[in-house]
């Protein structure tokens, strides 16, 4: 799914006009759980709802010995709108239990259309949200400012360390943007503690210049001050319209420099570099996308044992209509593991929690690894090729189809560079290359060198296929494959 959210933004001010349906009123008639768990594009070992649309992950969190995944969820349907927060939770980052929703918008309140993305943090032991509220504008305001939905941060602070229940703040925290700005969104925020302060970043977008993220302070959560315009557009490979906003920010320390990571038109973006302490001032040194596939709106959280976790939300590459009918959408990342490269860079890997899935493991080297067979689109394998003078590829594609779903490749002739469905991409790596992937349902991750991650989507009609990883390269540059089956963390596709 390509749309972004500005566009899901403007479709939500005619939705808001429509009645709700309630998590309760949904009829589960609509949507057959046993078409659901017979659907084999659905994935088997990672976070989804049981039905209906999901996207952005929010809240992450490990907490007194659990992890916590939130996520935006419309009870509805397995379109956008109504945005409430579902709840899921694990002991392993892998391995979920679907919880009731978390937050839901309120009648009367800041959120009465809608509670927007956020993220958690922890107040005198407590566990909080800070998330975006949105309503429809009073008639007054719209003669002001047009049919756009009111968006304010808002807070809810957790009644009991299960994060089962939650008191939200009556009134929006920071209910405007400054009002010197003219500005296109104003929404996810992602507080963080530096001494006294607190510290968020909001998304947003200034007209002329474009996607920016404006910087608020508080001592105590509850009265916000604006600081300044944090980041904005500069960067040469977003060459998008100067009226976009930089959503989902959120700003983090990792090994000895700083990263801001963002979304926009479709990606997610990262910058590395110095943070001003002094001055609130970030001078950015690196940049790049996170993912370059169906990948959007990340968040990160600490993992217990103080590791940076990154989630994104897997969007669909099919059309509405295709998605609504099979009466779910969209999916989590599996959990990447974030570390700092000397230069600068991001390096990527998933968290090793994964491994606990892997089953029946098989190796070869070579022509006797021409064709890998993953039962049931589920799997993962991993290739180390010699990247030399001899062109490589690999094929991704079902074993009962001509189709192909995916592929990657080298042609020393060409680009010299890892290609990823004919796009090259430059890693620093020489003479050999790993390429991992995991393979769920309708999904394969690729991470190139723990430097490229690209999250594809591939459809197919019909009944369960096999994916077949066929190597049509060089025999001899083929060092070695490893592959596994692995094990679904559902027994039907549904409850986790």
Excluded at 118 to 138: H, I, Y
Excluded at 312 to 339: C, F, H, K, N
Excluded at 427 to 437: F, H, K, N
Aim: proline content about 6%.
């Amino acid at each position: 799914m390509n749309q972004s959210r500005r566009s899901f933004l403007a479709s939500m001010a005619v939705a808001a006009t429509l009645p709700h349906t309630s998590f309760a009123e949904a009829d589960p008639a609509l949507r057959p759980a046993t078409a659901l768990a017979h659907d084999p594009l659905r994935p088997q070992f990672h976070l989804l709802p049981a039905r209906n649309w999901m996207n952005d992950p929010n809240g992450p969190i490990f907490w007194k010995g659990k992890y916590h995944m939130f996520f935006q969820y419309n009870p509805g349907g397995a379109i956008w709108g109504d945005m409430h927060w579902a709840h899921a939770v694990s002991e392993d980052m892998i391995h979920w239990r679907h919880l009731p929703v978390a937050l839901a918008p309120t009648p009367g309140g800041p959120d009465a259309d809608g509670v927007f993305s956020g993220t958690a943090f922890v107040q005198d032991g407590r566990v909080g949200m800070m998330f975006t509220g949105v309503r429809k504008p009073t008639p007054e305001e719209a003669a002001h400012r047009g049919s756009s939905l009111i968006e304010s941060q808002c807070i809810a602070m957790a009644d009991n360390d299960d994060l089962t229940s939650f008191t939200k703040v009556k009134d929006a925290v920071i209910p405007a943007p400054p009002p010197q700005l003219q500005t296109n969104g104003f929404r996810d925020p992602s507080p963080w503690k530096q001494g006294d302060w607190w510290y968020t970043p909001i998304a947003s977008g200034i007209a002329g210049t474009g996607g920016s993220i404006l910087l608020y302070r508080s001592r105590d959560l509850r009265q916000w001050e604006f600081v300044h315009t944090f980041a904005q557009r500069q960067q040469s490979f977003e060459a998008y319209t100067p009226w976009d906003v930089w959503e989902c920010p959120e700003f983090f320390a990792l090994g000895n420099r700083h990263v801001l990571i963002y979304s926009t038109y479709g990606k997610a973006f990262w910058q590395t570099g110095h943070f001003d302490a002094e001055r609130l001032l970030f001078h950015p040194e690196r940049e790049g996308i996170l993912d370059y596939g169906s990948f959007y709106a990340p968040k990160t959280q600490l993992d217990a044992h103080g590791n940076r976790i990154l989630w994104g939300w897997i969007q669909e590459s099919r059309s509405s209509a295709e998605y609504d009918a099979a009466g779910w959408s969209g999916m989590m990342s599996l959990p990447r593991v974030l570390t700092m490269a000397d230069d600068g860079t991001l390096r990527y890997r998933v968290a090793d929690e994964a491994l606990a899935l892997r089953k029946q493991e098989r190796s070869a080297v070579g022509a006797n690894a021409a064709t890998v067979k993953l039962s049931d689109c589920c799997g993962e394998a991993t290739y180390r090729v010699r990247r030399g003078d001899k062109a490589l590829r690999l094929v991704l594609r079902g074993d009962r189809t001509s189709d192909i779903w995916m592929t990657v490749s080298y042609d020393p002739k060409h680009s010299g560079q890892i290609q990823l469905d004919y796009r090259p991409f430059e890693t620093s790596s020489t003479g050999t290359s790993e390429i991992r992937l995991h393979v769920d349902g309708s999904l394969v991750e690729v991470i190139v060198d723990g430097q490229i991650a690209w999250s594809h989507r591939f459809y197919y009609k019909g009944a369960q296929q096999a994916a077949l990883l066929q190597w049509e390269g060089d025999a001899a540059s083929l060092l070695e494959a490893k592959w596994w089956q692995m094990e679904p963390i559902s027994a039907d596709r549904l409850t986790t």
